[in-house]
């Protein structure tokens, strides 16, 4: 059960990253610094696209717009570090 929790606390930890890497590639893309154009830059953003927006959208309907800050990211992440705080406080000592 040890290693169960372990594989999800890396999957959590991952998505994280990747949601950083997200909000980053949106922000370069934004201010014209990466060239979509290119083919392994799209790929990579399109890729982040596609699997942090399931979690992004539903939150973006909830917050008013906020003039073009999106803090959805910023909620995920904090949604993600409660959820291995709960891991590894409350669950992880009762396994053995």
């Given amino acids: 059960m040890r290693a169960v929790l372990e594989i999800v606390m890396l999957v959590l930890d991952l998505y ?3 949601i950083i890497a997200s909000a980053v590639l949106s922000w370069l893309t934004a201010f014209n610094v990466i060239n979509m154009r290119n083919r392994f830059v799209y790929m990579i953003y399109d890729s982040c696209y596609r699997l942090t927006e399931p979690l992004m ?3 973006r309907r909830i917050l008013p ?5 999106d803090l959805s990211p910023i909620i ?3 949604a993600i570090t409660f959820l291995q705080k709960v891991i590894v406080y409350y669950i992880y000592p009762n396994v053995f």
Avoid at 65 to 69: E, T
């Fill in 16 to 18: 994280s990253w990747l």
């Fill in 57 to 59: 959208r539903p939150i």
């Fill in 65 to 69: 717009y906020m003039g073009g800050l």
């Fill in 76 to 78: 995920i992440l904090l």
